[in-house]
């Protein structure tokens, strides 16, 4: 299984952006999906996070700002983000705590990262 992440890039602040997350491979199925940053010197963070049924939940920080939002079928997860601050550049990485593969066996899978940066 893998997860492949697009859409990062150089803004400046007060612009938007918005991220891509593929999965492919041997899925069966994939509850939650969601975003998670690091920042030069910072701990790896969520950002947001949803599940299947369409519940989400977002760090304090970017909520207002970010919308998550997945397409089930393409298993596919999005990261809109508007009202960009420098303080939100960071490596974007997608993330799926629990896949069961078509052998049944659950896996933690991490896409590859996508920087965004946010100037002043």
């Known amino acids: 299984v893998q997860l492949q992440a697009s859409g990062g890039g150089l803004v400046q602040a007060g612009g938007s952006l918005r991220l891509s997350c593929a999965a492919s491979?041997?899925?069966?199925?994939?509850?939650?999906m969601g975003w998670y940053r690091q920042a030069p010197g910072k701990q790896r963070e969520l950002v947001a996070e949803i599940a299947t049924d369409g519940s989400t939940n977002y760090a304090d920080s970017v909520k207002g700002r970010f919308t998550i939002s997945r397409d089930n079928d393409k298993n596919t997860v999005f990261l809109q983000m508007y009202s960009l601050k420098p303080e939100d550049t960071a490596v974007y990485y997608c993330n799926a705590p629990s896949v069961l593969t078509t052998t049944f066996r659950y896996a933690e899978v991490w896409g590859q990262g996508t920087q965004v940066t946010v100037s002043s």
């Open positions: 491979g041997s899925i069966f199925s994939m509850n939650v």
